[in-house]
């Protein structure tokens, strides 16, 4: 069964650190999202991508987040420049079309210290 | 963010009983509902959704049902296995809407099924 996969599993960084997180999507998926989960609190939406631009992204994706599709196949979160608040569980997801259900992949944890 | 709410943190069933997990919702504008469970240390697995035009859907053990006038749903599971024990989240969108394809979740409910 296709599915979502995320590198690296665990990420530590130093406040101040660019990081990046790797994803790579079901392969005849269409849609691309990015959410995060702080421990503790709710999933949260961060981004979503679609035909090599964001459609959508919430008010937590300021200018320190970026995504890219480099290829045909990874889709990566980029943040510049690291905070301590920034310590969560990152998720990747893939739909197929706009409409119907998200496949997310196992997720990175992120660790600012 | 309270568009989507799970009021039980936890809840605990009895194997072979009903699990029955609780979600409601504030946003009228919401027409696409899922429930997704969660293992530790892994993503979110998607169980089942329904449409606002219906008002119950089912797949096997797992029945989801949609309240559309209380801005509620909920989800059913029977019988309940020990393989069910994880964190269970409600979560909702507009699927009409191109671009707003965002999924809004809820706090999770910690399911647990004792032998």
């Known amino acids: 069964e296709p599915e979502v996969t995320q590198t690296p599993s665990h990420q530590v960084t130093q406040m101040g650190q660019e990081v990046i997180l790797r994803c790579v999507p079901i392969s005849n998926h269409l849609y691309f999202y990015w959410y995060r989960q702080i421990l503790g609190q709710k999933v949260e939406f961060l981004v979503s991508f679609y035909n090599n631009e964001i459609s959508e992204k919430s008010e937590i994706f300021d200018d320190q987040f970026s995504v890219e599709r480099p290829d045909g196949s990874n889709f990566t979160l980029k943040i510049r420049s690291t905070k301590l608040e920034d310590s969560a569980m990152y998720f990747c997801?893939?739909?197929?079309?706009?409409?119907?259900?998200?496949?997310f992949g196992p997720g990175t944890r992120l660790t600012v210290l | 963010d309270q568009q989507v709410k799970q009021n039980s943190p936890s809840l605990s069933v009895q194997e072979g009983r009903i699990s029955i997990l609780n979600c409601d919702y504030t946003n009228s504008m919401f027409d696409y509902f899922l429930w997704y469970k969660k293992y530790p240390a892994e993503g979110p697995t998607f169980l089942i959704s329904?449409?606002?035009?219906?008002d119950k859907n089912e797949d096997g053990r797992f029945t989801v049902f949609l309240n559309k006038s209380a801005k509620h749903l909920s989800l059913h599971i029977v019988p309940s296995q020990p393989g069910d024990s994880a964190v269970y989240f409600c979560a909702a969108k507009r699927r009409g809407i191109q671009g707003a394809q965002k999924l809004v979740f809820g706090q999770g409910t910690r399911l647990t099924i004792n032998p």
């Open positions: 997801a893939s739909s197929g079309d706009a409409y119907n259900e998200q496949f």
């Open positions: 329904i449409s606002s035009i219906k």
